[in-house]
């Protein structure tokens, strides 16, 4: 590997920099040697993060190096001899590294760390990667994670909720029940950490063969490692900082992909809390209350009868903390909102006038903040159900109070809080959350009394930053490929800024093709503004223009649109016409899902079709700000074009952007360079479409064309919003037909004149702890051309609307089958949710009956089937082939090894589709949020095999209420062979008993509103 020296410091580069990563390194190495803040960006594609990791960590090791050297001279000094040579030494080793530090330890100097942030676990384990592949695999390294990435706990994962794991988590740490946490002292010295750089995966992995817990073998290992990986909600939001003990003194922060950054201060430092999540905290107190008086009538209440955790408050705490939350609700209660639609916008230290209604000022917020999270504790590790765990409304009010006192209550303070902060009031709303792109749209609801939503809303991401700063950083870097322009970056940042960069891309002219395109090839305007989006002349423009675009371009494309609204109706309109197909015949067309839930193997299934070489690619239709447009690599054949079909505005009447550009706009006044409302605005969206852009050219000899489907994109200000190395090779193109000439032309000589990139190349980059590796939802959509006269291999699978389900529709003839093992029901989920074909010709199979699934869980697997086998040829012993006949078991002694495959074949194949019609008459008899309880209790009872829990779990999904008794029966092919007995006599006892009238009311009970139980138990 050569080595390069920039400003005095030795890089080792795993080949020979190009000149942008050079200018790279040198700015990083400046920011640190100077203890400065810098902005750098450089496309997607330079070699970024690689540059970032090696210059940082050169200049790390020379630092150390340095300070140990000045310990020694220190030492040395004492003595007659040796201190000449060492002050010759530290003097050498200050110019490279820079100012001397003046912090020391009793014990010496104290030693930097490196802090590297991204968003996702995904890109940490992108960069740990890179690490790894670089001279500097030798340092001592760590990555922090959650406890969804790192609990191995079979109880503790198993649950859905973070708060829930959390709680649970910390009530066996604390009682030392935890076999896992109980052995991390003395695995934590083990030679496996200190040989190896381990991810989120790896530690996992490693977790589960040493029996130690990865969460906090993690946060020991940060202790003593030079570089620490974390995402960036840990470092940006002090009540997590302090909860991880992430130490910030003299330490260098690394916030890699920070067009994210200033969004993500703001969220950090934001918090909404309704009249409900009130109502639930009264709720709570009052419960607990509740089982303090039922005690209290049975024995003496002094001696703390129920748990230790009791003595940690009193009744006396739990009648102050209910008081408070009812004059809470009071002062909430009457605030006036004049205008519905609107709500109502306050100053930002209205909080505290509100919190002061409820006797909380400033100086007794700790004192309740440690009694919540002792009630907290209480309730999530007395409660026996997973489905009655209570306390997430006491955790949202506890979170209210850190943060809205984060910073003490002095005078300063609250002058920070009145400059940054808002206080929204409005009508609360239905249970529906509406969600598009990131934003939040609240609809408020028509019904009379209801409650009141407060939002208390940081509009300045210097408010976050500079809380960052403050304790004591030597150094902040950000960094991304998209954040240009710089100027109004640095600006909402509010700290320092001394180093900025802007970097060209490493490729040619030659290499990229940028074109606005403004009409469709029907010579209609292309424009997704809101006035013109549903229109079907539009919509049927923007489709024509994909599949010619599909039809010219090879190999992936990328078609990015605004939202997943317009993406929805477009999709549902070129379906209607047949578009849809026509697309699907050229190219296969996948769909991002709305969630998380199955993008891993929509992915997955989309980089595989790129790779056959039987197909002419595929085409992927996502969302900008989605989760495609961000971190994932679409290198080489995986995306040879990006089409842009809007701007991708946040939602223009969402009280939120309302008063952000409110706050803009009044900083406006005062500092006249500052940005407008309406500046920022545009930048939202310009810096979405820059981060799309980013998925192609990936490297030095990659190539793609960038093509902006909207007129708006001829804006010269909008032009001037994208990346700096984007903006002078974009062309505007008059027609449909010189845009397909240009890009014809383009693909033919990019395709002669480079390297031809390897198929083994084309990787998935999609990491399972960023986005979980889970059998796709039913939201997800990929079209493949139907051919008749093509051969369909495993089984065709078809996607229906939200409201039922996707499934195999294999049909293998066989008579009975055997009991399915309870280890395939993860691959029939899988199979039972995967991908589709042709919207438009989508039915559902009615041939399944309810009956069926009882009937046959219910055979008894001693009995002896007959199948028919079909001769492999002629008998040696006659002239005539030998005929068919009738065998039982116990006659196949002389049954060829082909004849068994088919048998096994066919047997597995029954078992499939007898697990698919399982499933999706689950599907469609239950809500999705039941549906995700039932798959975690599938998997949880295949892993750990409580049945117990799977029994409660089961009653609770299939009540008699519902009529679903026949589901409850049908998942006896699911279990293992030691509980099918007590199974059995369960379901007996279900069908003497013809009630289950119990669990019902236990289950209404659970329903009961919040208020209805504070008057019944009125303490």
Not at 262 to 282: G, P, V, W
Request: hydrophobic share 35%.
């Amino acid at each position: 590997m050569p080595d390069i020296i920039i400003n005095g410091i030795t890089i080792s580069f795993p080949f020979q920099p190009y000149s942008v990563q050079e200018e790279y390194m040198r700015k990083v190495i400046e920011c640190l040697q100077d203890s400065k803040h810098g902005v750098l960006e450089s496309p997607t594609g330079t070699g970024k993060t690689l540059s970032l990791l090696c210059s940082s960590l050169s200049w790390l090791l020379v630092k150390k190096a340095q300070l140990q050297a000045q310990a020694a001279a220190g030492a040395t000094d004492k003595l007659d001899f040796g201190g000449q040579f060492f002050s010759k030494l530290t003097n050498s080793l200050d110019k490279a590294v820079g100012k001397p530090d003046q912090q020391t330890s009793s014990f010496g100097p104290t030693l930097p760390k490196i802090i590297y942030a991204s968003r996702t676990h995904s890109q940490l384990s992108q960069a740990m990667q890179e690490l790894k592949r670089s001279s500097y695999k030798h340092v001592t390294a760590a990555v922090i994670g959650s406890r969804d990435q790192l609990c191995i706990h079979p109880e503790v994962s198993k649950e859905h909720s973070s708060f829930i794991k959390i709680q649970m988590c910390q009530a066996k740490v604390k009682g030392r029940t935890c076999f896992y946490y109980n052995n991390v002292a003395s695995r934590q010295d083990d030679p496996i950490f200190k040989q190896e750089i381990m991810d989120i995966e790896d530690l996992v992995k490693v977790g589960q063969k040493m029996k130690c817990c990865p969460y906090f073998l993690s946060r020991e290992l940060k202790q003593r490692a030079d570089i620490t990986f974390m995402p960036y909600n840990y470092l940006l939001d002090p009540k997590t900082r302090k909860t991880q003990g992430i130490e910030l003194q003299n330490n260098v922060v690394l916030l890699d992909e920070g067009h994210n950054v200033e969004k993500m201060c703001e969220e950090a430092a934001s918090l909404q809390i309704s009249s409900t999540d009130i109502a639930i905290c009264i709720d709570a107190i009052t419960a607990i209350m509740q089982d303090f008086a039922n005690e209290a009538t049975n024995c003496d209440f002094s001696q703390d009868i129920t748990s230790n955790l009791q003595k940690d408050f009193s009744s006396e705490d739990l009648c102050i903390l209910k008081e408070m939350f009812l004059e809470l609700e009071k002062a909430i209660d009457s605030i006036e909102i004049k205008k519905r639609e609107e709500g109502e916008t306050l100053p930002g230290e209205y909080i505290f006038e509100l919190l002061e209604k409820a006797q909380l000022t400033h100086g007794k917020e700790q004192l309740v903040i440690d009694k919540l999270d002792k009630i907290i504790l209480y309730l999530s590790t007395t409660s026996t159900s997973p489905f009655t765990r209570k306390g997430n409304g006491l955790q949202k009010f506890s979170d209210l109070l850190r943060i809205a006192f984060s910073s003490g209550g002095s005078l300063q303070h609250r002058q920070n809080v009145m400059q940054c902060y808002k206080v929204h009031i409005q009508f609360e709303e239905s249970k529906k959350n509406y969600k598009n792109d990131g934003w939040e749209i609240k609809k408020p609801s028509s019904t009379k009394n209801e409650g009141k939503l407060i939002s208390y809303w940081c509009f300045s991401p210097g408010f976050g930053m500079k809380q960052l700063v403050e304790q004591g950083i030597r150094s902040v870097i950000i960094t991304s490929g998209t954040l240009s322009p710089l100027k109004p970056t640095i600006s909402e940042l509010s700290i320092p800024i001394s180093v900025q960069l802007e970097n060209p891309h490493v490729i040619s002219g030659s290499q990229v093709c940028v074109g606005v395109l403004s009409k469709g090839p029907d010579g209609y305007q292309l424009n997704s503004s809101y006035n013109t989006r549903n229109n079907p002349k539009y919509i049927a423009s923007l489709g024509r223009t994909i599949y010619n675009f599909s039809c010219l371009i090879p190999d992936g494309i990328l078609v990015f649109f605004p939202s997943y609204s317009i993406m929805k109706k477009c999709r549902d309109d070129w379906q209607n016409t047949g578009l849809w197909t026509q697309i699907a015949d050229r190219k296969p067309i996948y769909v991002e899902p709305h969630t998380k839930d199955g993008f891993v193997n929509v992915m997955n299934e989309y980089y595989q079709k790129i790779r056959d070489p039987s197909c002419k690619g595929a085409l992927f239709m996502a969302v900008c700000r989605g989760k495609v447009s961000e971190g994932l690599d679409f290198a080489d054949a995986n995306g040879r074009a990006v089409l842009i079909t809007g701007l991708p505005y946040p939602p223009f009447k969402d009280p939120r952007v309302v008063l952000k550009q409110k706050y803009l706009e009044e900083l406006r006044s005062k500092n006249k360079e500052g940005l407008t409302g309406k500046q920022w605005y545009q930048l939202e969206a310009s810096r979405a479409v820059n981060q799309a852009i980013g998925r192609i050219i990936r490297h030095k000899n990659d190539y793609g064309a960038i093509i902006l489907c909207d007129c708006r994109f001829e804006d010269s200000n909008f032009k001037s919003q994208l990346s700096a190395w984007l903006r002078p090779h974009i062309t505007k193109f008059d027609n449909f037909g010189t845009i397909t000439r240009n890009l014809r032309e383009f693909f033919r000589h990019a395709g002669a004149t480079l390297p031809r990139p390897k198929m083994q190349a084309l990787r998935n980059d999609i990491n399972e702890y960023s986005l979980p590796a889970v059998p796709a939802r039913f939201d997800i959509a990929v079209s493949r051309p139907v051919k008749t006269n093509v051969k369909v291999e495993a089984e065709s699978t078809l996607k229906l609307e939200e409201s039922s389900i996707e499934y195999s529709s294999d049909k293998a003839p066989i008579e009975n089958s055997k009991e399915i093992d309870f280890t395939e029901f993860t691959d029939v989920l899988s199979t039972a949710s995967r991908t589709v074909i042709n919207f438009s010709d989508c039915k559902l199979k009615d041939d399944w009956t309810r009956c069926e699934l009882t009937q046959i869980v219910t055979e008894p697997a001693a009995k002896k089937r007959k199948l028919k086998i079909l001769p492999l040829g002629f008998n040696a012993n006659v002239s005539e082939p030998s005929t068919s006949r009738d065998l039982t078991f116990a006659d196949t002694t002389n049954i060829s090894t082909q004849s068994e495959e088919t048998t096994k074949d066919a047997v597995r194949n029954k078992k499939r589709e007898l697990g698919i019609n399982y499933v999706k008459s689950v599907k469609l008899s239950l809500t999705k949020e039941k549906f995700k309880v039932f798959r975690t209790m599938a998997d949880a009872y295949r892993k750990h095999g409580k049945f117990e829990d799977l029994m409660n779990s089961l009653e609770y999904l299939f009540s008699a209420k519902e009529n679903l008794q026949h589901l409850f029966e049908g998942f006896r092919m699911y279990l293992k062979k030691e509980h099918e007995s007590f199974f059995d006599e369960h379901i007996k006892n279900m069908k003497r008993n013809s009630h289950l009238s119990g669990y019902n009311n236990e289950i209404a009970s659970r329903e009961c509103t919040s208020w209805t139980l504070a008057k019944f138990f009125e303490y």
